[in-house]
């Protein structure tokens, strides 16, 4: 502890690292974020193990660097992890990356971690570009206290069952979510959690495209039911104050009744809050009588 990462020659230019894991992190998005002491790293490593060669092997020729590649990912980490191990007590210096942001959060290489650190191999973290907390900074909903929740399961059971976990969250909840199941995610957060819970929704963090949109989770699950996003995904609940009222479900049954029958709202509605059907639709016909 406290020896210099990364060696000096006698003109102060970057030489090779000293042996050991370097965990590397990545730009999510923008290339201008990668940092020198990064690149330092990356260029002067014996081999770098990465998620997909391709997406790697395009970020790093962006950079001029050329190195070995190993992938190392999922579906591969528990094969893969003895070679790196082995790799890695001949004193070679192997770097860590993830397709984007800080590698061995919510990916197998923390295994590959826990290994070296229990066989008393060094690991050193280059800290750098995490989407997790870009998107917490970004999203005006509390920092003070927060939990990060990975990706949620891919099936709506599983994932209510894991939602209903942080239900009682003192802080802000993180997760991560592909864009094929955003919509879906929300609306069983929305269930779970309540539907007039403050949320956001994070995309394209540092792209050109970026958009962080900040709503109840009811308002963003319809949202994107109606616009199917793209890019990566970060999803923020903020702690619940309040449970809903029925002037709520009156305001989201009006909004339905613009375009929907009245059995179609109500089931939508229904669906949505958690609420009975008979209860909806009881709202829903008081509603009708002073249209």
Avoid: W
Avoid at 14 to 27: E, F, M, N, R, S
Avoid at 129 to 136: F, K, Q, R, V
């Amino acid at each position: 502890m406290g020896r210099l990462i990364v060696e000096r020659s006698v003109n102060g230019s970057a030489c090779k690292p000293l042996p050991g894991l370097y965990v590397v992190a990545t730009p999510i998005g923008n290339l201008g974020d990668i940092t020198l002491r990064a690149l330092a790293v990356l260029a002067n490593a014996d081999v770098i193990a990465c998620e997909d060669t391709r997406n790697s092997g395009a970020m790093l020729q962006a950079f001029g660097i050329r190195k070995p590649l190993l992938s190392y990912h999922d579906h591969n980490a528990d094969k893969r992890r003895p070679e790196i191990l082995e790799k890695l007590g001949r004193g070679q210096c192997v770097a860590l990356i993830s397709d984007a942001g800080m590698p061995a959060i919510a990916d197998p290489g923390f295994k590959l971690v826990r290994d070296c650190r229990d066989a008393e191999i060094p690991v050193i973290v280059i800290p750098g570009p995490n989407a997790a907390i870009t998107a917490l900074a970004s999203s005006g909903l509390a920092t003070d206290c927060f939990c990060f929740g990975g990706f949620l399961p891919a099936k709506s059971v599983a994932r209510k069952k894991a939602i209903l976990a942080y239900k009682q969250s003192a802080g802000t909840v993180v997760f991560y979510e592909s864009p094929q199941r955003l919509s879906e995610s929300l609306s069983d957060l929305a269930e779970a959690l309540g539907p007039e819970r403050p949320a956001a929704v994070a995309r394209e963090l540092t792209k050109f495209y970026e958009e962080v949109r900040r709503d109840k989770l009811l308002a963003l699950a319809l949202y994107y039911a109606a616009h199917e996003p793209k890019g990566e995904i970060v999803i923020l609940i903020g702690k619940g104050e309040t449970e809903e009222s029925p002037m709520d479900i009156k305001s989201l049954l009006s909004e339905r009744l613009k375009s929907l029958t009245l059995r179609d709202a109500v089931a939508e509605v229904a669906e949505m809050t958690g609420l009975p059907k008979k209860e909806v639709y009881a709202t829903a016909l008081d509603l009708t009588k002073n249209l």
